[in-house]
């Protein structure tokens, strides 16, 4: 084999490179990370600086001065490893991690502008995440005169639980969740609110405004108004969720009136899936105070929107903190010394290299000639299978892949010995019972040409009797190739089995008669009732037929032969038996007797032994029903054959009597020839 081609040469290629392309990459990174400089550590962790942002930003909303930030920022400064300073926006201290005697001077950018009233959206989207940013910038936990105070928080929690109680009663999992505000919302769990509608748990109270949350919303109308007259605009009617519609006493002006518009927000503190609906829809959820302008696209909506979001800040101008600037450093202002690439370090990066390369090759120069050893082993044997050699078995010397194809191979090449063996025996067989009903007829004919014989009715008969035998081997030939194709066609159908013995029975009495052999069809069991059955009722009786042929045949004079129906055990088949009271089969012969051409006497003709197919058609036609075909027998008192054919699965209207065979037995010749 050419070496470009070879498998050997082609794993000892990709290995090769393999190990140069991993040692060039590995030394390409190790020199950039190495050799580079690292003045400074400035990639900041956007991540912690937005959870420092984010926890300052709320402590400003929830505080109107900065005093007694130091803690926070000390905290913060321990919990991120990193600097934290706060200043006023003309840089004057507020806070700083930093001990007053080694505070470096702070860098000339702020990191940030803590301003509760107007949130950094890039450092809001990474904590929050980008549904987490208001639209208006103000940070929802900036509450203000919205807040609740305890009794009218202890009045709305009351109310609550009472609604979260009944939506129990009503199959409906819920929870309380308290909102900046203090205001309570009720959450469906599983964030499925829509199964709130149609049940009768009463939450007007809870939906509507306590006296400290209309005082505050009033204020807030009213400067939204006063920004919308300032535009000649017409002022509106907020609500709690700060949705609005058109105000009920409207502002003389050349501006037509807008219409009235709804368009509910999200509260501060209140979980989106509560604010994803406005307060009419969905009882029980009603938002906590102060949240966001609705946004819009009409250039209305816009305008109130911001005359909204403008009212909101100068409303909660004097609850928060001051604007300030936030900075966020290292604690030191080390580097990280560089890797100088000298031509020693230059050296023992191409060493190590060098050895890398040169182990890989060697290690794929073992492992491939292990591969390959075996793989030229198979090929070799395939190479005398396909030249009709003798193959000896392939050495099997490891339980891996390879092992296992050659061992796989070894079983293929013994089955392909025993199939060779198989078909080299079947065309003996079949040319051997042709050759007898062939013989004869020619025999016959040649006579009757030399005068010897002549053509009277005796001799038609004798020649239609070697006719039909003949056409008995070619309709059984034909049943099991179509079987072993797999284009047996069968049409199934509901049967009574018990009637289907019976015609059985029926056709083969004259045979039994003449044997002296006596055919019984007793009842089915009362414990072991027959269940439904679906099946082909030609090739049923086919089968069952060629078993009584096949015991009648085997019964000396005086024996009996019973065919018995009756339901397994489980319910889940039909059992047939074909039992005689004859000369029963050896155990050594038992496993024998559904192979094709086989007779226990080899010495005996097909005149009065049968051709050895019929067993084979049985077990045949019982595996093209799904079913299985067995035979146990003691040698002197009889044999029992046995087929299982599955039964109908039970339905609630099934009756396992209905259905009946058409037709009486088969008209075609029935197969015999068993042991």
Sequence with gaps: MPLRRSLFARLLTVSALVAACSVAATAWIAVQTTSGAILQEQG??????????????????????????????????????????LTTQQRAPLADSAAPEAAAALPDQ????????????????????????????????????????????????????????????????????????????????????????GTRCATDALDTPTATERKALKALNQLADACLKRQGRTGVDLKLDLSWGQS???????????PPTEAPRTAPGIPPQ????????????????????????SEDDRAIASCVGTARREQLSSYVASPALLFISDTGGATVPGFDLSPANT??????????????VGASVLVGARLVRPLRALTGAAQRMRDGEDTAPVLVTADNEIGRLAATFNDMSAHRARL??????????VAHELRTPLSNIRGWLEAAQDGV?????????????????LQHIIDDLQDLAQADAGALRLHAGPVRIEELLGQVAAAHQARAETAGVTLLVPPSPPDRPVPGLTADPVRLRQAIGNLVSNAVRHTPSGGTVTLRAYGSAAGDAVLVDVADTGIGIPAADLVHVFDRFWR???????????????????????EAHDGSASAVSVPGEGSVFTLRLPADRPGPDDDATDGATDGAADGRPEGSGQP
């Design 248 to 258: 009920a006493e409207p502002v003389p002006t050349a501006v037509p009136t807008m």
């Design 110 to 197: 702020a990191s940030a502008i803590v301003d509760p009233l107007s949130v950094d959206t890039a450092l809001a989207a990474e904590e929050a995440g980008p549904s987490g940013t208001p639209a208006d910038r103000v940070d929802p936990r900036a509450v203000g005169p919205f807040r609740l105070p305890a009794a009218e928080r202890t009045a709305l929690r009351q109310i609550a639980d009472r609604g979260v109680a009944c939506l129990s009663e009503s199959g409906i999992a819920s929870d309380v969740v308290r909102t900046e505000s203090g205001r309570p919302v009720i959450q469906v769990v599983g964030n499925a609110p829509d199964r709130l509608q």
């Design 44 to 85: 900041q962790n956007l991540t912690a600086d937005a959870r420092i942002y984010h926890s300052l930003l709320g402590y400003a909303a929830a505080h109107p001065t900065w005093d007694g930030v130091g803690k926070t920022v000390r905290d913060l400064a321990d919990q991120s490893g990193r600097r934290i300073a």
């Design 420 to 429: 060779e063996a198989q078909r080299k025996a079947m065309v003996s067989d």
């Design 600 to 622: 226990a006497e080899k010495s005996r003709s097909r005149r009065t032994g049968g051709s050895g197919l019929g067993l084979a058609i049985v077990r045949k036609l019982a």
């Design 453 to 469: 014989a002549d053509p009277d009715p005796a001799f038609i008969a004798s020649l239609h009797e070697e006719a039909v035998q």
């Design 347 to 360: 050296a023992r990066i191409a060493g190590a290299a060098a050895l890398v390369l040169a182990l890989t």
């Design 274 to 297: 509560a604010a994803a609906r406005a307060p009419a829809e969905t009882p029980g959820t009603m938002p906590s105070a102060a949240p966001a302008p609705a946004v819009s696209t």
